[in-house]
């Protein structure tokens, strides 16, 4: 990311020669979305569909183990961890899904991202996760880098879907 300044000056009145200095500020962010590149921090959020995943535990450490080399690779810090086994299925998902409310609120009072491994960890349902970015709820997500835009996610998230 650079940040480049300059000074440009304007004359506002050719007659009277005075001369009003702008300062310009443009952040090149590599195409990354601005959230991505601004906050250093980052809260995890790992779902798993069933109980018995959850006790064998080998869906959780294995995205656990995916966020944190993502974090590390990308230089984020992880300063909450979200644990849930629960379906991502229906509209209610939400109100279901305590675990990922509280780590949306803590992302949110922290002004950072959530973090997940996969974007079906969030949901599979393409409107679910049109009403997360529609809200402007800050995520990224690990398998498909910081610089997945709107567009880049709401295709992964239709191709998700299991009713297309």
């Known amino acids: 990311m650079g940040i480049f300044l300059s000074v440009t000056r304007y004359f506002a009145d050719a007659t009277c020669n005075k001369a009003i ?51 590390q690779a990308e230089g984020l810090t992880i300063i909450a961890e979200y644990i849930e086994a629960e379906t991502g299925k229906g509209a209610d998902a939400l109100d279901r899904r305590p675990q990922l409310a509280a780590a949306l609120a803590a992302a949110k009072s922290a002004r950072c991202s959530v973090l997940v491994s996969k974007l079906d960890r969030l949901s599979r349902d393409v409107a679910f996760i049109a009403g997360l970015m529609a809200q402007r709820v800050p995520f990224i997500v690990a398998e498909l880098g910081r610089d997945a835009d709107r567009f880049m996610l709401h295709l992964y998230a239709a191709l998700a879907a299991p009713d297309l």
């Open 21 to 71: 200095s702008l300062l310009t500020m443009s952040v090149h962010t590599n195409r990354k979305r601005w959230y991505a590149v601004c906050m250093p921090n980052a809260v995890t959020y790992i779902r798993v569909s069933t109980q018995r995943q959850q006790r064998s535990g080998l869906g959780i450490e294995a995205q656990r183990a995916a966020l944190e080399r993502f974090a």
